[in-house]
């Protein structure tokens, strides 16, 4: 079975300034998906970004970026010029031929003003 | 376009009663997935309806159970509460079945609480 780790429960960032949360999976497929999804106080999954595990290619959104490191099943999500509406709760996600989502744990992102 | 709509937002239940809480997908999404988040547990999956047909389950006890209609429109049920089930349901909708290549959207939720 697949699973996701991240090893941080809570991080916190100033305004402006950058940061990256952690996640590593495991997992014996080749083909796969990962995303990044927040949770803010409304309680709203939001899709942050996503990855395709064949593509070699870090995928960006906007200030939103991520190290997918394939061998070493790594993901992290890198925030770049923080924002107060940036602070929720980030979920590291897979997807694999069990079509279903396996999350982590979550890391709690509080932005200081 | 509307977003994923979930009723009711919070729900106070008794212990063995049973509940059934509405999910109605994105316009034109005929996936429709079922999460369940608890503090010690996180995010788990229970099931995904695809076009009436339950295409997928999770680790769930038969008490947990679903339907999806023919408009995309889902219900889940969970029959004989127990207070271990109080939890934040969540319905996320996608174009297809999985999320390979169309990702989940999310509702914000079912709030259930069992006493």
Redesign the interface.
């Known amino acids: 079975a697949q699973t996701v780790t991240q090893s941080q429960p809570e991080m916190s960032v100033q305004e402006a300034e950058t940061v990256t949360l952690s996640c590593t999976y495991d997992t014996s497929e080749s083909d796969y998906y990962l995303f990044w999804y927040k949770q803010p106080p409304s309680r709203q999954m939001i899709l942050v970004i996503r990855q395709e595990a064949y593509k070699q290619q870090n995928a960006t959104e906007n200030r939103f970026s991520v190290n997918f490191q394939k061998a070493a099943k790594s993901f992290s999500l890198k925030i770049s010029d923080s924002q107060l509406g940036d602070a929720a709760m980030y979920f590291c996600a897979y997807i694999g031929s069990a079509r279903q989502l396996t999350f982590g744990s979550g890391t709690q992102l509080t932005v200081l003003p | 376009k509307a977003?994923v709509t979930q009723t009711p937002r919070y729900l106070i239940k008794t212990r063995g009663q049973q509940v059934t809480l509405s999910c109605s997908p994105i316009s034109g999404h005929r996936s429709v997935?079922w999460?369940q988040q608890t503090p010690g547990q996180?995010?788990q999956?229970l099931f995904?309806y695809f076009s009436e047909t339950q295409?997928?389950k999770?680790n769930f006890p038969g008490r947990f159970s679903g339907r999806q209609f023919s408009n995309s429109r889902s219900e889940m049920n969970v029959s004989t509460l127990e207070l271990g089930d109080s939890a934040?349901y969540?319905c996320?909708s996608s174009l297809g079945?999985?999320?390979?290549n169309s990702?989940?959207?999310?509702?914000?939720?079912t709030?259930l609480t069992v006493t």
Request: glycine share 24%.
């Open positions: 977003g997935s999460y996180g995010l999956f995904e295409r997928n999770g934040l969540l996320a079945t999985g999320t390979n990702p989940l959207h999310f509702g914000n939720g709030r």
